[in-house]
């Protein structure tokens, strides 16, 4: 391995420890905003962070211009529409994860969302894709693994916390699909400024209609704030975008899928939430199945012997 794809693991390790922790600061949050408000500030802070770098690849673009002929640029309206597009399933998903994070621990949503690494291989077979055998072990495993942490509460209950994380996991994989086709419309940091201006908006509005806010909640959620939407927004964001430029696909598999590790490792330090036999087995079902869904990735990033590896 050379020195740039090793630099290039420590980031994207990195980032996952940063998105991960920030399950722990979206816990927190909870006990001094409510949900809404909570997710308006932090994806208007997240939209704010991203506008240095755009300003600044798009200078820097301009004084060294790639070769060959130069891109159209979309039209405002297009960006606009685009990142409307992004936004909604954007706010669905973000909004039954925060609503949901009231209920349950910080590992517990870290790891129920990642069952959206499983759901876009399954949801892409809608729209012509095709999945294979690796798929279907790591749904199952997920889905076990999911039965696991369910069960380690109330025997024969499910968490509703839980249950709506879950539900939320759906919305992220239609966010990944919807994604996947907006990013050759337009600048995948654009269009990531647009969709968290638009979630901030949705959730502003009923934030003002259902949730009361002052001062003294805003002072103890800022941390919380900052952290989820300054720190897992712009920082780490910024940091897979650079660090996904030289890691080989396999190890960028690999390395995003332990946001959920972070997640209930900082749950457990910061939070002191308990974790049972029956959790941290549901836990590696779901790490398990996260990374077997990935394996046609995996393997295809060891198999092309890239010279980076």
Partial sequence: MNKKALQSDLLLLLTSCIWGFAFVAQRTGMDYLGPFTFNAIRFGIGSVSLLPLIIFLKSRAKKNPPEGEPKSVPS?????????????????????QQIGMIYTTAGNAGF????????????????????????????????????????????GSLNPGDVLVALSAIFWACHVL???????????????AGQFAWC????????????SINL??????????????FGSVGVAYTLQAVAQRHAPPAHAS??????????ALGGIIILKEPI???????FAFMLAGMIATQ????????RKKDSRV
């Fill in 76 to 96: 405002f309206k297009t960006i606009l529409m685009c990142s409307l597009l992004a936004g909604i399933p954007l706010f669905g998903g973000a909004s039954l």
């Fill in 112 to 155: 129920i969302t990642g069952l959206y690494v499983v759901l876009v291989p399954v949801f892409g077979l809608f729209i012509g894709r095709k999945t294979g055998i690796p798929t279907w072990i790591g749904a199952a495993a997920t889905l076990t693994g999911l039965f696991f942490i369910s069960q380690a509460g109330t025997p």
């Fill in 178 to 192: 919807l994604l996947d086709r907006l990013v050759k419309k337009i600048d995948p940091l654009v269009l990531s």
């Fill in 200 to 211: 901030a908006v949705f959730s502003l509005v009923p934030a003002l209609f259902t949730e």
């Fill in 216 to 229: 003294d909640s805003l002072k103890g959620a800022l941390v919380p704030l900052l952290y989820s939407g």
């Fill in 254 to 263: 690999i390395l995003l899928c332990l946001e959920g590790v972070f997640a």
């Fill in 276 to 282: 049972g036999p029956w959790t941290f087995l549901g």
């Fill in 295 to 302: 394996w046609d990735v995996i393997m295809g990033g060891f």
